[in-house]
């Protein structure tokens, strides 16, 4: 069963088309991934979601309501982490959150939250004076205080160290594994691909692919993948004349052939017929950095100034 | 790990506002700035004013009242106008501009909530500023209102007058700190009018006229009317309510929680 779903959304600021006729829905109990450089209108899709902005035109319902006209109904049931973590500054962290579990009818049990969350030694801290790692970790408490059966959570890991960002993503895991359905905006394409059982690839307003992680990596490239490093440069041609490659890349100082066959052997002895070694050679199926890369002509850091105006306004 | 609580409505129950309002009332004890300014200023006037020997004397030209007892509804209203420029709007123009307000719109409890905690604790700072104050005036041997029925209205009309052009302030202001430079601008001038750094009584004929039409120069005048035994008059007290529908009504009209 559908749990949301999202018709033609349109919202433009001004000049700037922000989203420009997404549509998705997300299943009850996965977690729906919106994955896009910055500035493609994730941010603005989940705020009209959960009814922090008005579309322009379009349909949204969320556990059959419309968050335009219903949203008092529907705050109790969706929580939401914010891009920024925001509570004022002398707040304490205990009191943040002992406060917001008094807003809901349900709620989870803010000690077993803070304990979850690795932020129970830092209960007396005031807000100002916690990490950026902690910030977002009481941000994510925050959204979930409310047993919430749905979650937004918009750049969760942003900030996070590895380990903090591993301990994340097991606990969203282990949110999702109790029944709650997640949106998660990112543009880490690992983080997508670890969690998420659907990801929408989002690309200047627009939904260029929405599948799982490995349908859409399976998209893009059918055969195999070999990455390296070149020892000295070389030209493209001395790989796409063979008959086992199928298309070159580079992504910095990386090489990604994808082909087919023994696509490997015939590589590296192509290099070194030519005088070159590959250094540091990964094989592998493509990833969904692969994928958006292929499906969008370009990569997911890509700097876009057009795209960017677009961040400062949503 | 959950426990269902039920209550009536869309609302989460009065106990969690009362809940904010603790947690705000925390948050204003532990960034003191307005407190200081608004309670211990005044009390600190008080004290100075009320060992200067000249203060405690009955003046002629003042009908026998002496400058000290003209300070008791001036440094009330002291309390009064800085709490209301400042201590209302400064919080909320701060919570607009940093989203807590949007953060709060997410949740069940609406944001008005949070409007009405920063009313309810400025308020009873106002009933704590003017209880000290008039215990310390009567402590100075100025005896009490002798029309306490006009003094508490005009009292009651100042707070509203004042605290609606708070909220015009938080209204307008897109950080706290604008809010608080807007709200201290206001301030001096009004309370120069009245009658801080020379009562009303001894002002100029012009600038007392003027006086009449501020918010805090009609509220001195109506409580110091009242002190006196008279009914504050109908001019004084229409004037603060004057700003208080106009303050309010814009207020209300341009409010936006992000």
Redesign the interface.
Known sequence: MSIIEVEQLLKTYGEVVAVDGVSFSVEEGEIFGILGPNGAGKTTTVECV?G?RVADSGAIRVLGLDPRTER??M??D?G?Q?Q?S???S??KVG?AL???Y????????PD?LLDLLGLSAKRDAYFKNLSGGQKQRLSIA?ALV??PKVAVLDELTTGLDPQARRDTWELIEGVRDRGVTIILVTHFMDEAERLCDRVALVDRGKIVALDSPDGLARRVHSGTLVRFTPSAPFDDRLLTDLPEVQGIERQGERVVVHGSGDLVNAVILALAAAGVTAQKVELGAPSLEDAFVSLTGRGLHDGNGEDEAGEVLS | MTAERVYSGGRPPWSAFWKLVAVEAKLAVRTPVVLMLSVGLPILLLIIFGFVPSFNEPLADLGGLTVLSLYAPILSVFALGFLGLVGVSMPLAGYREQGVLRRMSCTPAPPSWMLGAQLIINLGVALLALLVVNLGIKAFGVSGPKQVGGYVLATILCVAAIFAIGLWIAAIARSANVANAIGQVLFYPMMFFAGLYFPREMMPGVLRHVSDWTPLGAAVNALQTAAEGRFPSAQSLLVMVGYAVVFGAIAVKQFKWE
């Not at chain 1, 008094?102 to 049990?109: E, Q, T």
Request: overall charge negative; glycine content about 4%; cysteine-free.
């Open positions: 959960v922090l008092d109904r705050r109790e969706v939401v914010l920024e925001v509570l004022p002398k707040i009191e002992d406060l917001y008094s807003f809901y009818r349900r709620a989870a049990d077993r925050l409310g047993d």
